[in-house]
């Protein structure tokens, strides 16, 4: 069993910071691509930024240059550094990691059960 759990989310005020994580446990042979995803209401479930285990990024246009993804191999642990958070950024934020457990060959998707993030006055 492989399980992702996020936390860091929460209320914060236009221009502020939050800092996410997301940890993975379980029978972990190995951790690939790790990812966040968000979905605001009534929106669909976006890509927001990405990390392969050779520490190249990817980030959604909306939130280059504001957020920062990172990870931390020892501990099978990914972040996310919220800058300059707006209203617009408000939404359920998701982990997301590719991994090979020890149980099982392929590489698996695995979500997180998400976390809120309400950027609001």
């Known amino acids: 069993q492989v399980q992702l759990v996020e936390s860091g989310g929460g209320l914060v005020q236009p221009g502020g910071s939050l800092r996410l994580s997301c940890a993975a446990s379980?029978?972990?042979?190995?951790?690939?691509?790790m990812r966040w995803y968000r979905q605001a209401p009534g929106k669909q479930r976006e890509l927001v930024a990405a990390?392969?285990?050779?520490?190249?990024?990817n980030y959604a246009d909306s939130v280059r240059g504001r957020f920062t993804i990172s990870r931390d191999s020892a501990k099978d642990t990914e972040y996310l550094q919220m800058n300059s958070l707006k209203p617009e950024d408000t939404a359920v934020y998701y982990c997301?990691?590719?991994?090979?457990?020890?149980?099982?060959?392929?590489?698996?998707?695995?979500w997180g059960q998400g976390t809120q993030v309400t950027v609001s006055s």
């Open positions: 379980g029978s972990i042979f190995s951790i690939h691509t």
């Open positions: 990390i392969s285990s050779g520490g190249s990024t």
């Open positions: 997301n990691a590719d991994i090979q457990s020890r149980r099982y060959g392929g590489l698996v998707g695995y």
